[in-house]
């Protein structure tokens, strides 16, 4: 497969196919994965070894309503040209495990929706992801994750974020957050970031500039357990 530029909506609705072995998949000149797996309601495992992303620039929806994918291993990804990761991993309520997400992130510009109603993760470790050149859409990037309690970020990345409403909405089970490296000052909208994040204990927001925010509503609303919070001065 070295030669195949588009590879969207290959397996568009396969919702009878349990397994899929990509092992032997070298998708070197791929530039389109979008709707890839979209719909596989069946599916649980995608085997990804050899696979080599280096050019793609669309994974949209790559692998929304996969409903019964458990776990993904994306170590053999190298996706540095990707603009536009937004519902990437929409309404897979039992994927419990993603590992290996080294993104490059650098040409990054939409993540939104990205985990959407993804219920069954536990943890998420964003910290590989490397400063766009753009700023990032990331709103109701993790709505619904129910049962996230812990996503890390980048500790040294200056992550620029150009929309950010809902971004944790309904994150119920979150304890704790370090968005100290979150550039916000092109964000106008920040409704609903934190809506109903009732367990959230401590938040880190100090880096947090909101010259040109607009809209603030119920940003906090139902956040009844932050005891440490820092805040932006």
Do not use: W
Not at 141 to 158: A, G, K, R, T, V
Not at 170 to 191: A, G, P, Q, Y
């Amino acid at each position: 497969t070295s030669s195949v530029i588009d590879m969207n909506h290959m397996f568009y609705f396969c919702s009878s196919l349990k397994f899929l072995d990509l092992s032997n998949f070298y998708s070197l000149n791929t530039i389109n994965m979008g709707y890839s797996f979209y719909g596989c309601s069946s599916l649980q495992y995608i085997y990804f070894s050899n696979i080599n992303l280096i050019h793609i620039n669309n994974m949209r929806y790559m692998f929304g309503n996969c409903y019964q994918l458990i776990s993904l291993d994306l170590i053999s990804f190298e996706i540095s040209n990707v603009s536009d990761m937004g519902y990437m991993f929409y309404n897979c309520q039992n994927l419990n495990l993603i590992k290996n997400i080294e993104f490059n992130t650098s040409s990054a510009s939409l993540m939104d929706f990205m985990f959407y109603n993804c219920d069954s993760l536990i943890s998420l470790n964003l910290s590989s992801f490397i400063a766009s050149n753009y700023f990032i859409d990331m709103h109701n990037m993790f709505e619904n994750c129910n049962n996230l309690q812990y996503i890390y970020f980048p500790i040294y990345e200056i992550l620029k974020i150009g929309k950010m409403e809902s971004m944790f909405y309904d994150c119920i089970s979150l304890i704790s957050l370090d968005l100290s490296k979150f550039d916000t000052s092109h964000v106008e909208n920040m409704s609903y970031i934190f809506y109903n994040c009732q367990k959230l204990q401590y938040l880190d927001i100090s880096n947090f500039n909101t010259s040109s925010a607009t809209d603030m509503f119920r940003m906090f609303k139902y956040c009844k357990s932050i005891t440490d919070r820092k805040s932006t001065r």
